[in-house]
């Protein structure tokens, strides 16, 4: 679970901003692909902590960086940017098998 995104998020160094419509896909646990990348934070290295933000600025989860910033600028649409590790969507998903 992670509950204390809210008070971790205004501390992560590195960002990464999602379109809209890749918002959803990310909260059933995807990567986030290039193609739903809105924004990342400048001088993000490969394989850093993230923090994964909707395109209103909401803390969605967080991830690993796949790419460094200047990677993405020069990626396929389909190359994923961050993987995905945990998301505010998993009390949701797994709802049925919590005590």
């Known amino acids: 679970h992670i509950t204390a ?8 160094q590195n960002k990464i901003w999602m379109k809209e ?13 290039k193609s739903g990348l809105s924004r990342i934070s400048e001088n993000t290295p490969k394989y850093a902590g993230v923090v994964v933000y909707s395109s209103k600025d909401v803390p969605l989860g967080f991830g ?16 994923i940017i ?17 005590t």
């Open 5 to 12: 995104l809210d008070f971790l998020h205004p501390y992560c």
């Open 21 to 33: 419509s890749a918002e959803q896909n990310f909260m059933y646990g995807n990567h986030v692909y």
């Open 64 to 79: 690993v960086a796949a790419k460094a910033t200047a990677e993405c600028r020069h990626s396929d649409p389909m190359d």
């Open 82 to 98: 961050c993987f995905h590790q945990a998301d505010i969507g998993e009390y949701i998903r797994n709802e049925d098998t919590l």
